[in-house]
């Protein structure tokens, strides 16, 4: 009798409990990401990380709260309510200006919807306090397409008389960074560190960082974040035309796809030095896929152009690809130049004899 009411007890802790379970399970797969290092950053780098919020199921989904364990971090529920097949985000904001070395925080994010649940969240990092970022970011905004941009940021440090900035790597090949030393002394070291956004950057938001690299052993790279908005009226394919080795004279056929956000038809299409033939049909579309013949009229040499596309029409916009090529000098022309010379030398000889 007794074997048999324990067994109907342990039976009924199981029912009460398995929902609890489920619940539980189905919270965690919400965040697909519930880990994120920021490694080493600089005092005063703006260092965040977006926690991806995945709402699978046929009800909506509603955070009511997110608290931190510590004040070095900050975190920001950018999607409250997510409904079904929808996503949403949480912010989590590493608190570099006033916090320095090793720090981590567990981020407790509260659903009381559709059922109740607590997911918990990791971030970690390693605030360096000698090293210095002024402004802690480089935030380019809105930005056209086709055109240079540049912003640049300070970097600070104080220590090591011997220490340095050895180099500074992109992952992008559109997104260039460079660094100059402007001032050294008394255990202070200051750089100007310079990103450049390239004309031939995709369209759209972008959000990356650069990494410095310093002659420091034990934390020798320290990363910087750079974003911005690329915006442009039409969306040139390719973007970055690469001919390669071209002979002067030479044409070189493209094909390129362009789309706009409204119908056009395509006026004009220009490359300083190149003569630019365009075969497309008049037609209002919104995608043209057009036959570029590119070929070389004065350009000579390396060469990195705009090419410049107008449509037509009483309101033309204007967006820009970027064309780069060798340009070389045909050597049937060196040959037959050289042949001039050489006649012409023989017959001042002649010339001289008689």
Known sequence: MIALRSMVLLSLVSLLSAPTAVRADWADGVFPVKKHDFGTVAVGAKTEFRFPIHNTLDSPIHISSVRASCGCTTPIVETESIAPGESGSLLARFNTPTFRGKKGATLTVVIDRPFYSEVLLRVDGYIRSDMVFHPGAVEFGSIQQGELSQGSTKIYYAGRSDWQVVDVRSNKPWLVPSFRQIQRGQGKVNYELTVQVR?????????????????????????????????????????????????????????????????????EIRCKGWDVD?????????????????????????????????????????????LTAEVQTPPAADAVEDGSQEDSSTGDQVAQND
């Open 199 to 267: 004309e031939d950057a995709p369209s759209g938001f972008f959000q990356d960082e650069v990494i410095v690299e310093t002659n420091d052993r034990s934390m020798p790279r320290v990363p910087l974040r750079v974003s911005g908005q690329v915006e442009t009226p039409l969306v040139i394919s390719p973007q970055s035309i690469a001919l390669g080795p071209v002979s002067a004279g030479q044409p070189v056929t493209q094909r390129m796809v362009i789309r706009g956000q409204q119908p056009f038809r395509i006026g």
């Open 278 to 322: 365009v075969q497309s049909d008049e037609a209002e579309k919104k995608v043209h896929v057009v036959t570029v013949t590119f070929t070389p009229t004065d350009a000579r040499g390396p060469q990195r152009s705009p090419v410049v596309i107008t449509t037509a029409g009483e309101n033309p916009v204007r967006a820009k690809a970027i």
